[in-house]
């Protein structure tokens, strides 16, 4: 059973397409996650998804309800956890709770069962009546956690949950997802742009890339599509030779250049290396450096889109700069 259905989802933004016709549907209860650099579109269809931007043109239906006609309906039934802070900061973490419960019309005995359950699930029980503005990054995000999900929704939508906070704090709040998602019984849909939090979290990933979903399925499966190991040559001189010299070799699943570097798909890579370096030296041409490893989903983005998550993040950011020296001159 889908309990959110897409279908040719489309936004413009004075005809820029921000998200370009794009569809999926998310299972019951399934930790779903869309996965692309700034800029690619993810904040956009989630504000579209939660009813707070209307879409250009598709078809959106949400816990059973279409997000076009049952605005109100929708929002009963969702949670939301922003990218930006929203938390009142000079409430305590208990009162943040009561007011967003009392948003829904919950009684005074609900809430009351209800903000205890939450912050026993995000063990915040012991800060409960602490000042917000004293709380450290981690328990602000948990407490927001908390507070999406204090009126039981059936889905849970979260952008970019960790993004700012250290390695530690990050996967602790993995966990908390992860524990809503199991014992909450709740769907959850969450963008992120790291690569980590997308493979340990989700049963399903969707990749997007400027406005478009360029590979959809689970983490292992689409790693499955590199197939074998990765072995990347950094080469000093002459790629384009090299790639000749090894196209026709069949043990050679996939090539892929990427700036100075040459990344082979193949199976038993460790194998194969000598072989590798030994027709480069016969052609002339220098290797710097070789790895390998196992297919990454940085690999998978790669593989989809000719650049790394950290070059579309940079051309994003290059963008809006652009953006913004435009609105000056005006």
Same mark, same amino acid.
């Given at each position: 059973?889908?309990?959110?259905?897409?279908?040719?989802?489309t936004?413009?933004?004075?005809?820029?397409?921000a998200?370009?016709?794009?569809?999926?549907?998310?299972?019951d209860v399934?930790?779903f996650?869309?996965?692309?650099?700034?800029?690619?579109?993810?904040?956009?269809?989630i504000?579209m998804?939660?009813t707070?931007l209307?879409?250009?043109?598709?078809?959106?239906?949400?816990?059973?309800?279409?997000?076009?006609?049952?605005k109100?309906?929708?929002?009963?039934h969702?949670?939301v956890?922003?990218?930006?802070?929203?938390?009142?900061?000079?409430?305590?973490?208990?009162?943040?709770l009561?007011?967003?419960?009392?948003?829904?019309?919950?009684?005074k005995?609900?809430?009351e #069962? $209800?903000?205890? &359950?939450?912050?026993?699930?995000?063990?915040?029980?012991? %800060?409960?009546?602490?000042?917000? =503005?004293?709380?450290?990054?981690?328990? #602000? $995000?948990?407490l &927001?956690?908390?507070?999406?999900?204090?009126?039981?929704? %059936?889905?849970?939508?979260?952008? =970019?949950?960790t993004?700012?906070?250290?390695?530690?704090?990050?996967?602790h709040?993995?966990?908390?997802?992860?524990k809503?998602?199991?014992?909450?019984?709740?769907?959850?849909?969450?963008?992120?742009h790291?690569m980590?939090?997308?493979?340990?979290?989700?049963?399903?990933?969707?990749?997007?890339d400027?406005?478009?979903i360029?590979?959809?399925?689970?983490?292992?499966?689409?790693?499955?599509?590199?197939?074998?190991?990765?072995?990347?040559?950094?080469?000093?001189n002459?790629?384009?030779?090299?790639?000749?010299?090894?196209k026709?070799?069949?043990?050679?699943?996939?090539?892929?250049?990427h700036n100075?570097?040459l990344n082979l798909?193949?199976?038993r890579?460790?194998?194969r290396?000598?072989?590798?370096v030994?027709?480069?030296?016969?052609?002339?041409?220098?290797?710097?450096s070789?790895?390998l490893?196992?297919?990454?989903?940085?690999?998978?983005?790669?593989?989809?889109?000719?650049?790394?998550i950290?070059?579309?993040?940079?051309?994003?950011?290059?963008r809006?700069?652009?953006?913004?020296?435009?609105?000056?001159?005006?």
């Open positions: 059973m889908f309990t959110i259905k897409v279908e040719n989802l936004k413009e933004f004075n005809g820029v397409r998200v370009n016709s794009i569809s999926f549907n998310v299972n399934e930790l996650g869309i996965l692309g650099p700034n800029g690619a579109g993810k904040t956009t269809t504000n998804l939660t707070l209307k879409p250009t043109s598709g078809y959106v239906e949400v816990a059973g309800y279409d997000i076009s006609n049952n109100d309906e929708v929002r009963r969702i949670g956890v922003f990218q930006e802070p929203s938390l009142d900061i000079n409430l305590t973490g208990k009162e943040n009561e007011f967003h419960a009392m948003m829904y019309k919950m009684d005995d609900e809430r #069962k $209800r903000i205890k &359950e939450v912050l026993e699930l995000v063990e915040l029980t012991e %800060k409960a009546d602490v000042i917000v =503005e004293n709380y450290s990054g981690g328990m #602000k $995000r948990r &927001e956690l908390a507070r999406g999900f204090i009126h039981k929704p %059936k889905v849970l939508f979260l952008d =970019e949950p993004l700012g906070l250290d390695t530690q704090t990050r996967r709040i993995w966990d908390y997802i992860k809503l998602n199991r014992e909450g019984n709740v769907t959850i849909i969450l963008t992120t790291y980590d939090e997308a493979d340990y979290l989700c049963d399903r990933v969707a990749i997007i400027n406005g478009k360029v590979a959809m399925d689970t983490s292992d499966k689409l790693k499955d599509v590199l197939g074998g190991d990765i072995v990347s040559l950094e080469i000093k002459d790629i384009d030779s090299l790639m000749n010299h090894l026709d070799l069949k043990w050679i699943e996939s090539m892929k250049k100075n570097n798909t193949m199976e890579g460790e194998k290396i000598p072989e590798l030994s027709i480069a030296q016969r052609i002339g041409v220098d290797i710097d070789v790895n490893h196992k297919p990454s989903l940085e690999d998978v983005f790669l593989y989809f889109t000719g650049k790394t950290r070059e579309q993040d940079g051309n994003q950011r290059e809006n700069r652009e953006i913004m020296r435009r609105r000056v001159k005006k």
